[in-house]
């Protein structure tokens, strides 16, 4: 499965996730846009959320129903390994792979807990970001390129999120300022 930003329904259009983490802190964006095509269909959609009792916060780009199998899916795995989120991420990745159900969910998932950030993707990847910061989506790459010139300047992990993605949505049509931010940490 492959996708690239001219994809015009691929994984690449429609959202910008973001996560930094900084000083103890992670945080977790994303935009409310949805968007078919060239036309917007949702303006506050939630694409980030709480997941495993609160102790995970993730973030979606992608096809939205496929997104919230993969959450579903993933909350799974954390009740099977609570408190061990990359062991969870790396099982569920297995299963993303080799479940030709799951193989043609076109999604991609930034999760966190307080001691590590996570890239998912659908080829099975597991990424952790470097740095503490990482952007998906459509704008990921705006939002990215902002948190990363932010990061070693005054601003905690959420402000951070926040500006970026504002940054993001003057550069990306498929990314909006109607913004869900969740932390965790100190």
Not at 110 to 119: M, P, Q, Y
Not at 144 to 161: H, N, Q
Not at 168 to 185: F, K, M, P, Q, W
Request: proline fraction near 2%; charge should be negative; charged fraction near 25%.
């Amino acid at each position: 499965m492959s996708h690239t930003p001219s994809d015009a329904g691929g994984l690449w259009h429609g959202t910008t996730i973001l996560t930094v983490r900084k000083d103890g802190t992670v945080a977790i964006g994303g935009d409310g846009q949805v968007s078919i095509g060239q036309t917007v269909v949702k303006a506050n959609a939630r694409k980030v959320r709480r997941l495993g009792k609160s102790e995970v916060i993730g973030g979606f780009a992608g096809a939205t129903a496929d997104a919230f199998t993969l959450f579903e899916r993933l909350e799974s795995k954390l009740e099977q390994y609570p408190g061990q989120l990359l062991r969870a991420a790396v099982e569920l990745a297995k299963d993303w792979r080799t479940d030709r159900y799951l193989r043609r969910l076109e999604a991609m998932m930034i999760v966190a807990d307080k001691e590590v950030s996570l890239v998912l993707t659908g080829t099975g990847d597991v990424l952790e970001p470097e740095g503490g910061v990482m952007g998906i989506g459509s704008g990921g790459n705006y939002a990215l390129a902002a948190a990363r010139a932010l990061i070693d300047g005054p601003l905690d992990a959420e402000a951070i999120v926040r500006r970026s993605l504002d940054i993001a949505a003057d550069i990306c049509v498929y990314t909006n300022r109607n913004v869900t931010v969740e932390t965790l940490g100190t």
